[in-house]
């Protein structure tokens, strides 16, 4: 699986101090060190596990939050988990302690999210994607052409509209969503051997491509002409490399933290769908809490969306870098072509109606989504 070779990719070289760290302090000190910079400072590492143990003796409440990510892959790829941690127990003046268990320590993907939702651990970092199955309503975002960009995805998630429209469904579902994660549009990636870039719609005629669950991603793909073939996240290196799959569409920063550097040969910014994460939360355990401690966990949630907006510019920089080291190039289109890409796709062709309805609940409450997109809220993003 990918985590293992993400932790091996971040953590080779301090691989052996990691281990007894762990074996010393235990996980969650061995795992700050890594990110501090400190793991190889005896001293360092014994009062950063004294602070750790002192905060959980202290706190009321201790939460688990689970992520598929190790702490160091926020350079190129903005999930903020160690943020978060921090920001949350400080916000709460101590009274939470959190636990962070990265890198698909307990899990990924719908396996956390399943997690929270039976209480099992408090909190989880996952897809959207990941996320429709248990609460379908958030699959709206997968539609194209009106909150693909990273402005527009923001001003929507934040939006009183999503709020009483999305995410009252979501916390029926038993979730609280805590913050939502922008870390840049899908792609679409092509494989080493097939001829690029692609720039227009025209151009996906034909071209095998891998597609997540999710069904209206599927068919957009088949309205620009491709041919979606359904294919699970651990088994697409080894599909893209054998031909099964020409092309594939996480964000170029997912592309760089999952190792597909040397497997690519062309990256086009189509801008059509956010490749967006959210951290939820167990409906029933944050109802339990104190109302001040509740309105901690909120505003740390905020503080650390506000970072991570901060940081996407300078995640797909670096992720840029990287994979161009190993010969990627990339292609933006121009107006007139990311314009016949909407008008062959976008959402507002009849054939999304049915997902407007049966995800938004009616066609004016899609409409009020979609304004939504449109109004700029107090956040601000660097859109590609």
Same mark, same amino acid.
């Given at each position: ?13 301090? $691989? ?27 001293? /360092? ?16 409440? #201790? +939460?688990? !939050? ?12 903005? #999930? ?60 709206? !975002?997968? !539609? ?52 690029? *870039?692609? $720039? ?19 068919? @957009? ?6 041919? *979606? ?22 964000? %170029? ?15 086009? @910014? ?19 809490? *104190? ?20 940081? %996407? *510019?300078?995640? $797909?920089?670096? &992720? ?5 080291? &190993? ?7 121009? &107006? ?6 909407? /008008? ?6 009849? &054939? ?10 009616? +066609? ?19 859109? %590609?």
């Amino acid at each position: 699986m990918f985590n293992k070779d993400i932790k091996n990719k971040h953590v080779d070289p301090e $691989r052996r101090e990691f281990l007894r760290a762990v074996r010393q302090y235990g996980f969650t000190t061995a795992v700050i060190g890594v990110a501090g910079g400190s793991l190889f400072s005896a001293d /360092a590492m014994a009062q950063s596990n004294r602070e750790e143990a002192e905060r959980e003796e202290a706190a009321d409440h #201790i +939460m688990t !939050i689970g992520t598929a990510y190790v702490l160091g892959a926020s350079r190129a790829y903005p #999930i903020m988990q160690l943020s978060f941690k921090e920001n949350i127990q400080n916000v709460t003046n101590g009274k939470v302690y959190v636990k962070l268990a990265p890198g698909g320590q307990i899990g990924a993907g719908s396996a956390l999210v399943q997690k929270v939702q039976g209480g099992t651990i408090q909190a989880a970092q996952h897809s959207l994607a990941n996320f429709a199955p248990f609460a379908s309503a958030v699959d709206l !975002i997968n !539609i194209p052409y009106w909150c693909g960009q990273n402005q527009n995805f923001v001003n929507l998630v934040t939006s009183d509209a999503w709020k009483q429209r999305v995410d009252s469904l979501v916390e029926q579902r038993g979730f609280k969503p805590l913050w939502y994660v922008t870390i840049d549009p899908r792609v679409v990636a092509l494989r080493r051997g097939v001829e690029g *870039p692609i $720039r227009t719609p025209d151009q996906m005629q034909g071209i095998k491509f891998r597609v997540p669950g999710s069904q209206i991603l599927q068919q @957009f793909y088949r309205m620009l002409g491709a041919n *979606p073939t359904p294919v699970a996240w651990g088994e697409t290196p080894s599909a893209i490399k054998q031909g099964v799959a020409d092309a594939l569409d996480p964000s %170029v920063e997912a592309l760089e933290v999952f190792g597909f550097r040397d497997i690519l040969s062309w990256v086009t @910014f189509n801008k059509a769908v956010p490749d967006s994460q959210v951290y939820s939360c167990n409906m029933e355990w944050f109802s339990s809490l *104190p109302g001040d401690v509740q309105e901690g966990i909120e505003y740390a949630s905020e503080i650390t969306m506000q970072q991570n907006l901060a940081q %996407v *510019p300078a995640a $797909r920089a670096y &992720a840029m870098a990287e994979l161009g080291k &190993a010969g990627v190039q990339f292609y933006n289109p121009t &107006a007139d072509e990311l314009a016949q890409w909407k /008008a062959k796709a976008g959402h507002q062709n009849a &054939a999304w109606d049915s997902f407007k309805k049966e995800l938004a609940g009616s +066609m004016a409450d899609f409409d009020a989504l979609l304004e939504a997109t449109q109004t700029r809220g107090k956040l601000y993003v660097h859109d %590609v």
